[in-house]
Structures are given as C-alpha cells and as structure tokens.
T-cell receptor, first 107, second 116 residues
Framework: AQRVTQPEKLLSVFKGAPVELKCNYS??????LFWYVQYSRQRLQLLLR??SRESIKGFTADLNKGETSFHLKKPFAQEEDSAMYYC?????????FGQGTRLTINP | NAGVTQTPKFRVLKTGQSMTLLCAQD?????MYWYRQDPGMGLRLIHY???????AKGEVPDGYNVSRLKKQNFLLGLESAAPSQTSVYFC???????????????FGPGTRLTVL
C-alpha cells in the first residue's frame, strides 16, 4: 500500500530560522507528490507540487528518490507560515495524505 | 465561483441520531471526496466518487454512506451517529486527468460535528 509518513506532528521554530518539514513515501515507481497547507480558520489548499519545481511563499520541496523523501523547506521562517502542513501522494483516483505537521513560528 | 461549499458548518448530535452533510461544487469537477480530520490522525478518506452515480470506499468508510446523484453534489450520511464520529469533516473535489488520476484537490471549509 502507498504510504506517506510525516514523522513530526509538531514543529516549532523561531522567526528567521530555517524550516524543514519532513515527508517520506513508500517507494513505487515515479511518485507525484504535493504539499497542502491549512492556515488558521482557512480551508486546506495546495501549496506546491513537485512536478512544477516552483517556489511558493518561499517554500521549496525536492523529490529525493534515493531517500524516498519530499521534504518542504524554507530558509527564513515567517510568523505567517504557522499552519498545518500535509504531504500527499497521488494514488489511483485519489490522494494519500500523511498525518500532518503543525508548524509554529515563534516571534 | 463559490468553489466547494459544505452544509452545515456546525452540528451537535446525540448518539443514535442521523444526519446528512452536503457538499456542493460549481467547478464541474468529476471527482469528489469526503475526509475526516482528527488530531494526530491527519486527513483520512471516508468515501469518494469518480463521477455522477458512482461511489467508492476510502480508508475509514464504516458508519458512513454516500450518494452522488448529481455531479455537483456529494452527500455524506451518518445513519446512527456515535461519539467516535466526532470530528471535522472536509469535502474536496478535483478534475479528472482522463487516465484514472485526479488533479489538484479543492477543499470546502469543513463541518465540525460533535456526537454526545
């Protein structure tokens, strides 16, 4: 079964510090991976997808097939980055989500 | 466009009561999903639909039923609510890529359900 693992339920960093949210997936072919974000009192929304190779709100994520990882990174955290982050993998007809990581940025 | 809407936003039920949650989307999406979100458990898929008139079980389907009579609507029913079904329920929809894959999911605002 396809699985997505986010080992950290909670992550707290100070403003201006680098941020890395970890995501690992079970190996199977060429995965298509996503990061979704849920800000306080807002609905869940797509942050970025690996095939786009883009940077959104300063975040990037690189697919590492050797380590089966898709970690989300930002060099300098901002307070507005505080949110719930979900890593997800494309499955047959649906997405498989990780358990989520709640990121808190301290002032 | 309203996107994905959910009705109601909040509900409190007593054990054994029934209710239906309504999800509507105006983006002409083929695929629709129902998730529940619980602390420490992340998002878990309850049921989904790949088109009008079709439904399929997700990861945690027990205790729930769904119907997709119209393309734009996806209903989630609880026939006999239990305290374990206290959760936040999210609906989502997406395009079909035409090869069995779905595209970006668009989420509704959620329904907070408490079962006493």
């Amino acid at each position: 079964a396809q699985r997505v693992t986010q080992p950290e339920k909670l992550l707290s960093v100070f403003k201006g510090a680098p941020v890395e949210l970890k995501c690992n997936y079970s190996y199977s072919g060429s995965p298509e991976l996503f990061w979704y974000v849920q800000y306080s009192r807002q609905r869940l929304q797509l942050l970025l997808r690996h095939i786009s190779r883009e940077s959104i709100k300063g975040f990037t994520a690189d697919l590492n097939k050797g380590e089966t990882s898709f970690h989300l990174k930002k060099p300098f955290a901002q307070e507005e980055d505080s949110a719930m982050y979900y890593c997800a993998r494309q499955g047959a007809q649906k997405l498989v989500f990780g358990q989520g990581t709640r990121l808190t940025i301290n002032p | 466009n309203a996107g994905v809407t959910q009705t109601p936003k909040f509900r409190v039920l007593k054990t054994g009561q029934s209710m239906t949650l309504l999800c509507a989307q105006d983006m002409n999406h083929e695929y629709m999903y129902w998730y529940r979100q619980d602390p420490g458990m992340g998002l878990r898929l309850i049921h989904y639909s790949v088109g009008e008139g079709t439904t399929a079980k997700g990861e945690v389907p027990d205790g729930y039923n769904v119907s997709r009579l119209k393309k734009q609507n996806f209903l989630l029913g609880l026939e006999s609510a239990a305290p374990s079904q206290t959760s936040v329920y999210f609906c989502a929809s997406s395009y079909s890529r035409g090869r069995g894959d779905a595209d970006t999911q668009y989420f509704g605002p959620g329904t907070r359900l408490t079962v006493l």
